[in-house]
């Protein structure tokens, strides 16, 4: 249980295999302090390189996609991203207003 000041941030990383340390070819932030707003498209640069440094950073991983194997001939379907993790941080909310008033 957490108390009423603490916030969940997630963190979707897209890669480009099932390895952590592969490189990120999408991404998405949600922030659940209501600090920061994120939409697609609004950077040209993912947060982390691989999913590696997010954990450095301190992000959780709390759920990776299952390795399917696809049926022959689907090799090349470009419907989703396979490689998909998420990562969480829990932040206090009087943290993540000083960051923000910071930047």
């Given at each position: 249980?957490?108390?009423?000041n603490?916030?969940?941030q ?7 295999t ?6 990120v070819?999408?991404w998405a932030n949600y922030?659940g ?7 697609a498209?609004d950077?040209?640069?993912p947060?982390?390189k691989n999913?590696?440094d997010a954990?450095?950073?301190g ?6 996609s299952?390795?399917?194997t696809h049926?022959p001939g689907?090799?090349y379907?470009?419907?989703?991203l396979?490689y ?5 941080k ?5 943290d ?7 930047e």
């Amino acid at each position: 249980m957490t108390d009423s000041n603490t916030r969940q941030q997630v963190l979707v990383l897209y890669l480009a295999t099932s390895a952590l340390d592969t490189h990120v070819v999408g991404w998405a932030n949600y922030d659940g302090t209501g600090q920061n707003f994120h939409m697609a498209g609004d950077n040209d640069t993912p947060p982390y390189k691989n999913g590696l440094d997010a954990l450095v950073d301190g992000w959780r991983l709390i759920q990776a996609s299952p390795l399917i194997t696809h049926v022959p001939g689907n090799e090349y379907r470009t419907d989703y991203l396979k490689y998909e993790f998420f990562f969480e941080k829990m932040v206090s909310l009087a943290d993540s207003s000083a960051e923000t008033t910071n930047e």
